[in-house]
């Protein structure tokens, strides 16, 4: 059965994705051309140009070899996987035996990086990768945008004198990061969320997959984060947006907003949104067909 991806805006961006705790996540961003793991590859993700998967787990991960093979049966260009370093020759041996079982390979082109390091996405904007804590080979990933912006000392001179200064060799230009979304896949809680790539992106993407009390030892288990770690998190973070993934199936998303809401403060809950809350259902409309005059109505 195709993933029912679920589409809505948040903050600045329009997002498309999917995310169950250990059954399925995804989440793509049609405007920067990025999305972020994997989950089975639902046929919205095959178009965007960049995958950056955070860690090798089956439901973060399943769906590189299908992104990938879909590219090539639609004659795209190969996609580009972003990745931890250590899972590159994983990930070749993963496609070569499916090259084997298909009869022909699909290329794609893979980067490994780790924590610190960055690939370009597109002109001015990068991909940053940090460390989170969720086992070995578990990166997040920061969206940079690179803007240049003039030095005050240099605002009050004409076009012409600034590019006589540029041809003298002077820095005329300071480079300014702009985050514009930080993603930090599966992980519990960690000093990556003081990063001022991370805590200051427009759009924060983050796990919350434990809401039930007797779950916390489950969480710390699996270093996932629990409903009770928000309220110490949260006041960390800048961002105007957080978008919150990965909740259990165990705990129905409603009851999963009633429940954070007690834990964090209310200023903080209004910039909180869930993926897969969806907007209620219309109740249905009431028969239009008119009463005759003397019959009783159905609500008499």
């Not at 000392?153 to 820095?171: H, N, T, Y």
């Amino acid at each position: 059965m195709p993933t029912a991806v679920i589409q809505k805006t948040v903050g600045e961006f329009s997002v498309v994705g999917y995310s169950l705790a250990g059954e399925e996540t995804t989440v793509a961003l049609p405007e920067l051309n990025v999305c972020f793991d994997a989950g089975r590859a639902p046929r919205e993700i095959v178009s965007i140009d960049t995958l950056c998967v955070s860690h090798g787990h089956m439901d973060h991960a399943a769906g590189i070899p299908y992104y990938l093979s879909q590219r090539t049966f639609l004659g795209t260009s190969p996609g580009t996987v972003v990745l931890h370093r250590r899972l590159v020759a994983h990930v070749e041996a993963l496609m070569a035996c499916w090259g084997r079982i298909e009869g022909h390979p699909s290329p794609g082109n893979l980067v490994g990086l780790e924590g610190g390091e960055e690939a370009p996405l597109r002109r001015g904007v990068a991909i940053r990768a940090f460390d989170v804590r969720h086992g070995a080979c578990a990166i997040g990933f920061s969206i940079i945008e690179r803007r240049h912006k003039l030095k005050p000392e240099f605002a009050d001179r004409s076009g012409p004198q600034l590019v006589e200064l540029k041809k003298r060799g002077i820095a005329i230009e300071n480079t300014v990061e702009v985050p514009l979304v930080a993603y930090v896949g599966d992980t519990a809680d960690g000093p990556f969320f003081d990063l001022d790539h991370v805590r200051n992106a427009k759009l924060l993407i983050m796990e919350c997959t434990f809401f039930d009390p007797e779950h916390l030892v489950r969480a710390r288990a699996g270093k996932h984060i629990h409903v009770r770690d928000m309220g110490g998190i949260l006041p960390r973070l800048r961002n105007p947006s957080i978008l919150l993934t990965h909740v259990t199936r165990r705990t129905d998303v409603r009851a999963a907003r009633r429940i954070l809401l007690n834990h964090i403060e209310r200023q903080d809950g209004e910039r909180i949104t869930f993926l897969m809350e969806r907007p209620p259902r219309p109740a249905k409309a009431q028969s239009a067909r008119p009463v005759e005059e003397g019959l009783p109505s159905a609500g008499d």
